[in-house]
């Protein structure tokens, strides 16, 4: 359940190779993609320390520190890549994800 929400720099959206980005990210980690998750939005305003994609990524703590490590340093390669753009500006940001805290098709999630 590797979920990453992405926000992109609207000058990216036309650069954006999107559907390269979640083969890439699984290969990088070397996890299969059959059950991550990608979404996009494009950033309309960002003030401050500028970033062309930010990212927050929800795992499930169920993976261990070198996986967790593997996912999103895999992720940011990957968009880093896809989107053309040095890796200075991707921040992805994780968050691990307790058992029960996900509800999905109307139960809670545990593991």
């Not at 609207?10 to 980690?29: C, F, H, N, P, Q």
């Amino acid at each position: 359940m590797p979920i990453a929400h992405c926000t992109i720099s609207s000058d990216l959206v036309s650069k954006a190779e999107t559907d390269e980005v979640i083969e890439r990210w699984g290969s990088l980690s070397e996890q299969p993609t059959t059950d991550m998750t990608i979404n996009f939005v494009r950033a309309e305003w960002q003030e401050g320390k500028a970033y062309s994609i930010i990212v927050n990524l929800c795992l499930p703590s169920v993976w261990s520190e070198k996986s967790v490590s593997a996912l999103q340093l895999g992720l940011a390669k990957a968009l880093s890549e896809s989107f053309s753009v040095e890796p200075k500006n991707v921040l992805v940001m994780t968050t691990i994800l307790s058992s029960g805290f996900v509800v999905e098709n109307g139960r809670e999630v545990t593991w």
